[in-house]
């Protein structure tokens, strides 16, 4: 997101906007890795619902030095199921 639009409530859009279209064409799930140094990515997924699975220890180097990822899941409700949620 251009660091000028950021915290407007459009990242979210987005991201549910995502989802839903990703529940539309029946999607089993989602997943994404993140810096979880990156409290507002996390913040937002952790909020549409995504979980944390785990930590990718030096996964990729950046600037030369190692970096941990973040690896999130989201199985997306079926319209039946999300009476159970
Ligand atoms: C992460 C990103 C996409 C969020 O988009 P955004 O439009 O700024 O976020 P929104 O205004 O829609 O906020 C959505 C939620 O994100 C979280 N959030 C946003 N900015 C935050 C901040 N500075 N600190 C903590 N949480 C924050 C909150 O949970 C917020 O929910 P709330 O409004 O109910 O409190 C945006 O900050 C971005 O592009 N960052 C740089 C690139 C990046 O990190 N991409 C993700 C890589 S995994």
New binding site residues.
């Given amino acids: 997101?251009e660091r000028t639009?950021?915290?407007?409530?459009?990242?979210?859009?987005l991201l549910f906007t995502g989802i839903e279209w990703a529940r539309q064409y029946e999607f089993h799930k989602l997943v994404?890795?993140?810096?979880p140094e990156?409290?507002?990515?996390r913040?937002?997924y952790l909020?549409a619902g995504f979980r944390s699975v785990g930590i990718l220890h030096e996964q990729a180097q950046l600037d030369g030095r190692w970096r941990d990822t973040e690896l999130m899941e989201y199985i997306i409700p079926r319209s039946e199921d999300s009476t159970k949620r």
Avoid at 32 to 35: A, D, Q, S, V
């Fill in positions: 997101m639009l950021r915290g407007q409530g459009v990242g979210k859009r994404l890795t993140l810096f990156n409290t507002a990515a913040f937002l909020q």
